[in-house]
């Protein structure tokens, strides 16, 4: 497997997703009683579907501060295994380069560094381009890469087109399964545009902080 598809597929990167949960599962909801009882008034269905948008919005919003709070932690770039876990490697290969810069680093306090002062010498030993490269965030200023939302948007668009099929065999539940490929693929093509979105106000970010600092 690859550095990008493990990037990709790194689907425990996603942040508040009892959030997200629920603006599917409302919409799903909302949905349903759209078209299986066709109310009249049509407000409270416009209310539920404004709030299902609504929560998902606030999900990104939420998604995108939290790895950028994440990311402070590894600025430091003192504490080699918090350093390690955010690499794009395997278990097996995370546990081999801990155990190898724990080592580098005692044998720089051997020397008389402090604890501190070694552990941040032995990683900016390794902050090589080909060890930057495997890092899940990105350039200029250390933010998240969020290639996970493609690994969602993929799964997402996948499961849309597998109901697709599935409509054709069981006609009793072409309602339902009208249902699930629409919510799939609209949630599956967001999550594609809010990785667009995510690299603009990556760079928005970047450009005031440059203009502020330099």
Known sequence: MTNLTRKIF???????????????????ATFYVDEQFDPGDQFWLSIAYFTSFALAAFWAGMNYVGHIRMNNIYRKQNDIRAYVDQLALSGEDKLELQNYLEDFSSDLELHGKTKEEAAKEAINQFRAKE????????????????????????????????????DHVLVSLSLIM???KTVLAVYGTCFIALLILYKILDRFIYRKLRDYFF
């Open 131 to 166: 060890f930057l490269s495997m890092s899940k965030y990105t350039s200029p200023f250390e933010s998240h890469g969020h290639h996970y939302l493609l690994g969602y948007g993929f799964l997402a668009i996948a499961a849309a087109l597998f109901f697709v099929l599935i």
């Open 178 to 180: 009208l249902i699930m």
């Open 10 to 28: 790194s689907m425990g990167e996603l942040r508040y997703a009892w959030l997200l949960l629920i603006s599917s599962l409302l919409c799903i």
